[in-house]
């Protein structure tokens, strides 16, 4: 059983920077590989970023690319997301996620465990 519990959202104008982090319970941390995704009012849960278990291989949505980054530090059991150059389509719930495979995954049926959510708001 994996618990996460996601810090780091707020309200911050389009242009602006958060972090945000997600601290999971448990042994073996890398063994899990790790996903973001996000949720704005009405829409479906997308896919964000994802990071492998070992750290070395990230994928991110084309929405994100290049504006945010995800990292991870396995000596800490914490999964972040850097995100830069904020934009209002940004606002969302945003999630993490922990998949039991150290590979990640684009679809959020693959994640077995899910933080409860921070909010992130981007105003213009």
């Known amino acids: 059983q994996v618990q996460l519990v996601e810090s780091g959202g707020g309200l911050v104008q389009a242009g602006g920077s958060l972090r945000l982090s997600c601290a999971a319970s448990?042994?073996?941390?890398?063994?899990?590989?790790m996903g973001w995704f996000r949720q704005a009012p009405g829409k479906e849960r997308e896919f964000v970023a994802n990071?492998?278990?070992?750290?070395?291989?990230?994928i991110y949505a084309d929405s994100v690319k290049g504006r945010f980054t995800i990292s991870r530090d396995n000596a800490k059991n914490t999964v972040y997301l850097q995100m830069n150059s904020l934009k209002p389509e940004d606002t969302a719930v945003y999630y993490c996620?922990?998949?039991?495979?150290?590979?990640?995954?684009?679809?959020?049926?693959?994640?077995?465990?899910w933080g409860q959510g921070t909010q992130v708001t981007v105003s213009s």
């Open positions: 448990g042994r073996t941390f890398s063994n899990y590989a």
């Open positions: 990071i492998r278990g070992n750290g070395f291989s990230t």
């Open positions: 996620a922990a998949r039991t495979s150290y590979i990640g995954s684009y679809y959020s049926r693959d994640y077995a465990y």
